[in-house]
């Protein structure tokens, strides 16, 4: 590079001072901190859940593959078993499980702690699937999820 090109709009590159991440402000793109003294009234922005951190998307996918499975289940226990068609603790138990696991999996995609903390708390009581021979990949995904959602990357997601 020549000295007739160091007059360049952008300013000369050796000359460049990079802050210190003490003294730069932090901004918080979900509650609408947009720039210095810029702050929105929202105290929520909405954010896709398609810029959630990868290891947050695969806990999800786990979550979700968990809840197919449960329901897929019991859909056969109802349809290959008539006299199952009865509602029992068991059907209560498992209904419950898929409800909450797919609304546990979306708060914490939507930037809810509270999201985070079911998911950790569906996949305790996905455990309980491992008393029955033919639910216990549930557990497994249930605990992969939680390792998941509590990596780094992840609790930057969420509040």
């Not at 210190?20 to 922005?45: C, H, L, M, N, Q």
């Not at 109802?78 to 696991?101: C, H, K, N, Q, S």
């Amino acid at each position: 590079m020549t000295q007739a090109n160091s007059s360049s709009p952008f300013g000369d590159p050796s000359s460049a001072h990079t802050p210190d991440r003490a003294s730069t402000p932090t901004r918080d793109y979900r509650t609408g901190d947009i720039g210095p003294g810029k702050k929105s009234d929202a105290t929520r922005v909405e954010v896709s859940v398609f810029r959630a951190p990868w290891p947050l998307l695969i806990a999800a996918l786990l979550v979700m593959v968990a809840c197919v499975i449960m329901a897929y289940w019991l859909t056969d226990l109802w349809i290959t078993v008539p006299a199952a068609r009865e509602f029992t603790v068991v059907t209560g138990l498992i209904i419950l499980g898929v409800v909450l696991g797919v609304i546990f999996t979306v708060l914490t995609l939507r930037t809810h702690h509270s999201g985070r903390i079911g998911v950790t708390l569906w996949a305790v009581g996905g455990l309980l699937s491992l008393l029955h021979e033919e639910l216990w990949p549930v557990a497994l995904l249930g605990i992969g999820a939680t390792v998941l959602v509590w990596l780094p990357a992840s609790s930057r997601w969420v509040f």
